[in-house]
């Protein structure tokens, strides 16, 4: 099992790009999967989630090529040309992967079971399988909603309307992808409009998507279409470093092409609150996607209560944004931010744990925390396995009195290969424990 030691290195600097989006990149698989002809993917993230959808299709026969580092040449094989899996499909420990799968396979002529890593097993598909299950679906799962999911083929599927009771992109994408097979019209609705990128991506293979701020709907019996697409730089990934700029004295970053889609930047939101100095320099689109480059300065931060509707809009942003908290001055609310127990870890009871045991006080409530600003002292915490604890511990580290040491960080592999690599090369104090 892979142990990080974070500690103080040198102010952060210079200039960096972050790998592509994960959540572009698993859609780009699925969509040019389900697409007539060739697209090309330019940017793809070569993370263990997203090679898990690739290999995932390519298992259900689609062609795949990797050409070179993040790209891949997929050579769809239509909405109905997928084939019977050998095996069990494994997710390893993408909630995306699983989830927006669930949708696609419903639709299929063929059975399937989909299956997932410890941290996976564990988390609800409930919120899937039940709105899949009114369009027709026949999908079982172990005890309490749990994974693995075994789908039944051949099923006919029939348009619903939906109201999300939880704002979650994956939720609608499920639906909106089962609804590409179904008979009528799919309308999903949202209690907070979440990243719309299946909407956005099926619309740019072709295929006639209504969607506006918490709503969405398509008809089923469409085709989509190849096409080439870029990913953008992953805002998720970059997170990591506009906290750590934030946060360590005399930093000033600049990261390239960073996705800005809105309902993914809440933290820049969250953290200008707090008195950060994060500038977007040539903001721009790129295959209707906004991105920008961000300037980044350290910044003296404060306390603030994060307001309940920018949560949807940082959801995986949370876990930094507790470390950037804990190292303000005075104190931050985090609240409506249930949601956060049921993603790859428990991120409240993990960062209140790992927080503490670096000294820090932090108070945990059902949605949320209380977190008290101040300093942080050396100690050993826990990832539980969560990609975005253990880099968010290596920010901790950096302004830590003494070492941070990491446990279980392989998994930031699933999302951000290269992490360690890339945090060294700006100034990050960080480096692998010698096993034994
Ligand atoms: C994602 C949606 C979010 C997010 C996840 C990626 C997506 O999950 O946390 O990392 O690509 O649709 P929820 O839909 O469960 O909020």
């Known amino acids: ?36 002809g060739v697209s090309r993917i ?3 993230l070569e993370g263990e989630d997203t ?20 790209a891949r040449i997929v050579h769809g094989v239509g909405l109905r040309g997928l084939s019977a899996p050998a095996a069990d499909i494994d997710c390893g420990n993408a909630g995306t992967g699983m989830r927006l799968m669930a949708g696609v396979l419903a639709g299929q002529a063929f059975d399937s079971r989909l299956i997932g890593d410890a941290s996976l097993s564990r988390r609800p598909m409930r919120r899937v399988t039940e709105p899949l299950a009114r369009m027709g679906a026949q999908i079982d ?22 109201a999300t009771p939880v704002a979650s992109a994956q939720v609608k994408s499920a639906v909106l992808l089962a609804g590409l097979y179904a008979e009528g019209e799919t309308v999903v609705r949202e209690p907070h409009a979440t990243r719309d990128y299946t ?13 506006r701020e918490g709503e969405a709907r398509l008809c089923g019996g469409g085709r989509l279409v190849a096409r080439d697409i870029e990913v953008p730089a992953d805002f998720s990934s970059a997170a990591f470093f506009i906290v750590a700029a934030s946060v360590i004295p005399g930093s000033d970053l600049l990261l390239r092409d960073v996705g800005v889609h809105p309902r993914r930047t809440g933290l820049l939101r969250a953290l200008r609150l707090m008195g950060a100095d994060i500038t977007l320099l040539d903001p721009r689109e790129r295959q209707g996607e906004p991105i920008a480059d961000l300037r980044v300065r350290h910044a003296a931060l404060r306390g603030v209560e994060v307001p309940e509707d920018v949560v949807p809009d940082m959801i995986d942003e949370f876990p930094a944004l507790f470390v950037a908290a804990a190292l303000a001055e005075g104190r931050t609310r985090v609240s409506g931010a249930a949601e956060l127990r049921v993603k790859e870890s428990d991120r409240i009871g993990t960062m209140a744990q790992g927080l503490k045991a670096l ?12 977190i008290e600003g ?48 890339l945090a060294r090369g700006c100034g990050f104090g960080l480096r692998e424990a010698v096993p034994g």
């Open 1 to 36: 099992m892979l142990t990080w030691i974070a500690s103080q290195g040198g102010p952060l600097r210079g200039e960096l790009r972050v790998p592509g989006d994960k959540s572009v990149s698993h859609r780009a698989i699925m969509l040019a999967s389900l697409a007539e």
């Open 42 to 44: 330019e940017g793809f």
């Open 51 to 70: 090679r898990a959808t690739a290999a995932a299709f390519r298992a259900m026969g689609v062609r795949i090529e990797s050409p070179s580092d993040g």
């Open 141 to 162: 799962s172990e005890p309490g909603g749990l994974p693995p999911l075994r789908i039944h083929g051949g099923r006919v599927l029939r348009g619903i309307e939906y």
């Open 199 to 211: 909407e956005r991506m099926l619309q740019a293979f072709g295929w006639p998507v209504e969607h």
């Open 359 to 370: 000294g820090a006080r932090i108070e945990e409530t059902p949605d949320g925390a209380l």
């Open 374 to 421: 101040g300093t942080l002292d050396s100690g050993a915490v826990d990832s539980h396995g969560d990609h975005r604890i253990a880099m968010s511990f290596a920010i901790a580290g950096q302004r830590a009195r003494g070492e941070v040491r990491i446990g279980d960080c392989d998994n930031v592999a699933t999302s951000f290969p290269g992490f360690d690599a």
